[in-house]
């Protein structure tokens, strides 16, 4: 077909909606380049300002997850997953949560992106793993899964072009904040990986992309909607993010954490976290009742069965998988410098966003994409919220290249730092959970993408 | 200053107010370049949505006029007018009221584009004139001001450039359609034209731009706005637009109607609103009473002095002036072909746009910027609405490059002409004339840009 592209972007602009071909045409144009920059700029705003419906939504998902390469899980038995989380500080639950998963006989098939932003994203956790290689093709991913039960691999640039796309041009236009764009963006990327069932974590807080519980929880919801539509089961978890998840913040220290988890060594709130994503990922795929699974996957972090396969993970991408059980074999920053508390208290607040500001600086994160992370640096918190600390007691611990690097970032650390006379309560670590009742139908036979003449329905199997 | 863009888009994105200063570095980043595209279509976007302030529209309108070359007409004496027609069929008032607004002593001084659309602008009618140049220099064209006391040249590509950048990546992003950017623009061309007064006919109906009288009539509040913030008096005409205006249209075509209406023998309407609008020139300019003004340019008209200012602004630029009492010396299409009546009647609709498209497709307009236009081909009607006609009586005649073209203009025009049993009125040709009452502070000393400090305050000179 060829699209009118001028009359595409007015009907946007007067709040119509888009009938399923040409927005199908418009995505097809945003992949090949066809649709000029400004002309996606201009429907982005339109979008931003006039909304886009749960069914043009569900429309332009589908569109962009097939504007490139896809991965075909199905040749792998059973109910496959996947786990996304929309970023947080010190978040390192992917590392605890799939293997666990996995253990537990639910093949587990990620494909991840590089973090943007003030700390690495898991693949730039993972790098950080001597020997480890993040870049599989399609078939090896596949094959790995299918061999170990788990990948974690980087996507690459052939996958969901339209929405590297759109997303490169929202980033600049000041149209990312949109409900339905950005749901579209994560769930299309989910659906071309490939996997049957989903777990979001939603990240709440200050710390987060996300602010406020209400939001979130809209996000979650316009997730779930398009699983429905687009044949994939969604749950989603709305968890804090107002502090760190875990104590350490930084990639190499980040895996370290994750690895004492999975021996039983870990910090409480990622062990629940990592319990929670992998129950509900167990539950999806397997209908099993939520305290059964839970049982099965504690213990299955008790007696090493989730750490092993992490090891067998790492492993197979070429990684020392002695990390595990040896963290001293990951990249250690040579200067290490210690926050002292300045008086006596509770910990009212620890600012997730400054730590992650402080952690940047160090050169955990990037700044522009080109930018490369320094694996060994960040931060290591020795408190949480609620906890009690003593005048000049050390309550983080910073990790850095230089002297000058430790000293500049312990000092600014305290700014994250808030401290109570009175006790203060722990905050809840995760608000709620978002699940979609979903008919017997929908459960039989997940795997396959729908045909495009389905999606538009709002279902993507007979009821 | 350094301007946040992404910031700046949000601001507008989110309905909030751009302070100047912000205003005009986006305005400083259009013109140079600096701004890419895709962030001017963003912003156009959301200001078509969210709409701009008057005081927003001032701003971007006086900092677009300064983006480029201006007109300094300063160091001639007196009051100098501009005119500018929002664009209709058949529409070659400007060669009949401009010298007679020049022979009435004010003189004229008018930048204008090229058409683009079904007929050619007022540039391309004057190049039908054998030898006539429209490219002048500032320069030069502020000379022939001076010394003719009436000169029409093309705008170059160094006036207005940021309006040239912003409304080529409107027109092609769905968002040329919002008033304040459409007062925005032409005002914007007009200031930097350097006329104190300017008369603007903004034509309402079925070949217009704008097609509803209340639109016409808040753009044309919008632009007279615009001119008491910037420094300049405005007036507007809001005349009809159903039917083209006067019998010809077609470049040649057109040109030897204007000048049959300067000799006398023109058609009424033309006549009646080249009247109109040079007598608001007059008057505004002058502060005449305006019905002396009328008789005077009657007189003026009457006895021949307009038509001598026309030939004497065809000379200066290089132009053969006996074109305006021998019109053979145009060029002349070789083949004629008339339109019947289907059935005696009455006219009841004569639709402009239907005839300008067929002037369009024998050569008249462009379809794109880089068209040539041929000067001699178009359409003249022999019957206005109202007319009585007898069946198989011509009602309109096409000038043609071919026989087939002829042929085919002739079958095509039929379906712009419909016929009633009973007599229909003449429609009214002038709906209504807006124009600022204005404080005698305004009118002493309206020739200078306002200083960018008083735009903002939405007065350009103490009250």
Redesign the interface.
């Known amino acids: 077909m060829t699209l009118d592209?001028?009359?595409f972007?007015?009907e946007k602009?007067d709040g119509r909606e888009h009938d399923e071909a040409s927005l199908r045409g418009f995505v097809a144009g945003v992949a090949s380049g066809a649709v000029?920059?400004?002309?996606?700029?201009?429907w982005?705003?339109?979008a931003?300002?006039?909304g886009l419906s749960p069914t043009e939504t569900a429309v332009l998902t589908h569109a962009m997850a097939l504007s490139g390469e896809t991965v075909d899980l199905s040749s792998i038995p059973g109910v496959k997953g996947d786990k996304h989380s929309s970023g947080g500080v010190g978040d390192k639950a992917t590392l605890v949560a799939a293997p666990l998963a996995a253990a537990a006989g639910v093949p587990v098939a990620k494909l991840s992106g590089r973090g943007l932003g003030h700390t690495g994203g898991t693949i730039d956790k993972l790098e950080s793993i001597p020997g480890f290689r993040s870049a599989l093709s399609i078939d090896d991913f596949v094959a790995q899964v299918r061999s170990v039960g788990l990948a974690v691999a980087a996507a690459t640039e052939r996958l969901v072009p339209a929405d590297k796309r759109l997303y490169a041009?929202r980033d600049?236009?000041?149209?990312v904040d949109s409900l339905p764009l950005i749901a579209s963006s994560i769930m299309s990327k989910k659906i071309a990986g490939g996997a049957d069932v989903i777990v979001l974590d939603v990240k709440v807080g200050a710390g987060a992309f996300v602010r406020e519980l209400d939001r979130a929880r809209e996000l979650a919801r316009a997730m779930i909607d398009l699983g429905r539509r687009l044949g994939r089961r969604v749950a989603a978890v709305l968890s804090n993010m107002d502090q760190p998840l875990g104590y350490a913040v930084g990639n190499a220290l980040e895996v370290a954490e994750a690895a004492a988890a999975l021996r039983g060594e870990g910090p409480a709130d990622l062990v629940e976290l990592s319990l929670e994503l992998a129950g509900r990922l167990v539950t999806l795929a397997t209908g099993e009742d939520a305290a059964a699974a839970r049982r099965r996957l504690e213990g299955l972090l008790r007696d090493g069965s989730a750490a092993e396969r992490l090891r067998r993970m790492i492993a197979a991408q070429g990684g020392d998988a002695r990390v595990v059980d040896e963290p001293w074999r990951l990249p250690q920053a040579p200067h290490v410098r210690e926050a002292a508390a300045p008086e006596a208290g509770y910990v009212a607040r620890l600012d997730a966003l400054r730590v992650a500001e402080v952690a940047l600086s160090l050169g955990a994160g990037r700044r522009r994409k080109e930018d490369a992370v320094d694996p060994a640096v960040g931060v290591v918190l020795a408190k949480k919220v609620g906890d009690a600390v003593e005048r000049g007691e050390p309550w983080a611990r910073v990790h850095a290249r230089t002297p000058e690097a430790a000293e500049a970032a312990a000092a600014a650390l305290q700014a994250a730092l808030a401290l109570s006379a009175q006790p203060v309560p722990r905050p809840p670590l995760v608000h709620e959970v978002l699940e979609e009742r979903l008919s017997p139908a929908l459960v039989s036979d997940p795997r396959c993408l729908p045909r495009p003449d389905r999606v538009a329905s709002g279902r993507s199997s007979p009821p």
């Open positions: 592209i001028v009359r972007i007015a602009r000029p920059d400004y002309q996606v700029a201009a982005c705003m339109a931003y300002l006039r041009i600049v236009t000041a149209t």
